[in-house]
């Protein structure tokens, strides 16, 4: 039980007590539940953000080229395929997003994107998970993290297509936390009298909700070792990706961080790079025009690989850190909020403050990185297709361009003639095929060429 006192000095110590103001004029309920809410938030941390390192600490991470992966590919995809088939592995997706930037305020992941189909994000990634499934012939597990916006209506929108075919149990929902947003003197916000501003802690708040929920203790029971960590909105981003979990299994390590040469110096992804013989992901917003575009000795960039947030987790790694208590710090960025004040609400500078899950790379004994084909498995859903006219990368479109051309490169190694004009879509379902290697396996020879759109479902 809450005292009313002690939450007085806690807030008082931290420079909160304005929140404070007003609270004897709220229904006995309403007020429970604020102060129930404001105790229990760790205020300390609110005040402690993560920096980056400086420039003169940035080395090196290790990183498999693709050049080494030739050369060690059948011994790395005959491990991760033995691991699969034990059931050592599972896929969690990170689901927390609205599609705002899409012009819609349902979960990202119920956007329809599939050209022919019309198949949604969501209905595209369980797909990919299905079709594993099948090719191992055992369920592979399916973890969801939602967040409070987007939970409700994620759990129906999957009971509503029947899991896309999974399996209920197969698939497993957990909701990530918020952490207060501030006013630009750090301040806690309120959204309304008696309820804070919050916004969801990021993806980084997936460890915690991991925790929380039981699923990492469910998987380690499980027998999984290693965990296979997508975003929603890359509808390229293999699961099934023996290579990847084969390093895993080889090195024994405690992530594998994929990575992407970066197109340009000023591309805006997270790096991967080494500080103090650790490894750790630096994002674009931390570093400076100058440094993202810095060399080192041998005329390589320092911030020379992107990370398009694709990973493979130990479940040891993450239960060893959960025994340990760790906590991912906060990132801060300035954000508009909107925000009760005078009694109305009005459009504030303020902070928002998240946590990303490559934060606990630091923590890590054994981390790699390992370059993947940019083309192949990184095509990002985040904008509108078009802004006042004027098209925009990283959206629906240019995914589906991208993932066209994937099945175009499949189907010419396939030996069909193709001469397709610039307005032509082909779509190939995960259920025929989710890799390159399962198409050219499976392909029958049903058409030996083509000259306009296509489809192909399994």
């Keep these: 039980m809450f005292d009313p006192f002690s939450i007085a000095e806690l807030l008082k110590r931290h420079g909160q007590e304005h929140l404070l103001a007003g609270v004897a004029s709220?229904?006995?309920?309403?007020?429970?539940?604020?102060?129930?809410?404001?105790?229990?938030?760790?205020?300390?941390?609110?005040?402690?953000?993560?920096?980056?390192?400086?420039?003169?600490?940035?080395g090196a991470s290790r990183v498999v080229t693709m050049?080494?992966?030739?050369?060690?590919?059948?011994?790395?995809?005959?491990?991760?395929?033995?691991?699969?088939?034990?059931?050592?592995?599972?896929?969690?997706?990170?689901?927390g997003g609205q599609g705002t930037r899409l012009g819609s305020s349902a979960p990202k992941g119920c956007f329809q994107v599939a050209p022919h189909s019309g198949k949604s994000i969501y209905q595209l990634q369980a797909e990919k998970v299905l079709s594993l499934s099948r090719r191992i012939g055992r369920p592979v597990a399916f973890l969801v993290m939602t967040s409070p916006m987007t939970d409700e209506e994620t759990r129906e929108f999957?009971?509503?297509?029947?899991?896309?075919?999974?399996?209920?149990?197969?698939?497993?929902?957990?909701?990530?936390?918020?952490?207060?947003s501030l006013d630009q003197q750090g301040r806690a916000l309120l959204s309304a009298p008696g309820k804070l501003l919050e916004n969801p802690d990021g993806h980084g708040g997936c460890f915690t909700a991991l925790v929380k929920s039981g699923n990492l203790a469910r998987l380690a029971k499980d027998g999984v070792k290693h965990l296979v960590y997508i975003q929603v909105d890359n509808l390229l981003a293999p699961v099934d990706d023996a290579e990847l979990v084969g390093l895993a299994t080889a090195e024994?390590?405690?992530?594998?961080?994929?990575?992407?040469?970066?197109?340009?110096?000023?591309?805006k992804v997270g790096h991967l790079v080494n500080v103090g013989g650790r490894d750790r992901i630096v994002e674009y917003t931390e570093v400076t025009p100058e440094q993202a575009r810095s060399r080192n000795a041998a005329g390589e960039l320092i911030y020379r690989w992107g990370s398009p947030a694709m990973h493979c987790w130990s479940i040891d790694f993450l239960a060893y850190l959960d025994t340990k208590g760790y906590k991912i710090p906060l990132h801060r960025s300035g954000k508009p909020l909107k925000a009760l004040v005078e009694g109305?609400?009005?459009?504030?500078?303020?902070?928002?403050?998240?946590?990303?899950?490559?934060?606990?790379?630091p923590e890590a004994t054994v981390s790699i990185?390992?370059?993947?084909?940019?083309?192949?498995?990184?095509?990002?859903?985040?904008?509108?297709?078009?802004?006042?006219?004027?098209?925009?990368?990283?959206?629906?479109?240019?995914?589906?361009?991208?993932?066209?051309?994937?099945?175009?490169?499949?189907?010419?190694?396939?030996?069909?003639?193709?001469?397709?004009?610039?307005?032509?879509?082909?779509?190939?379902?995960?259920l025929y095929a989710a890799t390159r290697e399962q198409f050219l396996a499976k392909w029958d020879k049903r058409v030996t060429e083509l000259s306009g759109d296509y489809y192909l479902e399994g």
């Design 158 to 180: 999957f009971q509503a297509h029947g899991y896309f075919g999974l399996a209920v149990d197969q698939v497993r929902f957990f909701s990530q936390g918020t952490v207060p």
């Design 344 to 361: 109305a609400l009005t459009e504030v500078k303020g902070w928002k403050s998240e946590r990303f899950i490559f934060d606990l790379l």
């Design 26 to 58: 709220l229904d006995d309920a309403t007020r429970s539940t604020f102060l129930r809410r404001v105790a229990e938030i760790d205020w300390e941390e609110m005040t402690h953000h993560a920096e980056p390192p400086p420039l003169g600490e940035v």
């Design 67 to 95: 050049d080494e992966r030739a050369r060690r590919r059948a011994a790395l995809v005959a491990a991760g395929e033995a691991a699969y088939r034990a059931g050592a592995v599972a896929v969690l997706m990170v689901a």
């Design 369 to 430: 990185g390992i370059a993947i084909d940019r083309d192949a498995e990184f095509a990002p859903v985040k904008n509108a297709t078009a802004t006042n006219g004027k098209a925009n990368v990283d959206s629906p479109a240019t995914a589906v361009a991208l993932a066209h051309a994937q099945y175009v490169a499949w189907l010419a190694a396939a030996g069909v003639k193709l001469s397709l004009p610039t307005n032509a879509r082909i779509e190939i379902s995960p």
């Design 252 to 267: 024994k390590t405690d992530v594998i961080t994929k990575v992407l040469e970066k197109a340009n110096p000023d591309e």
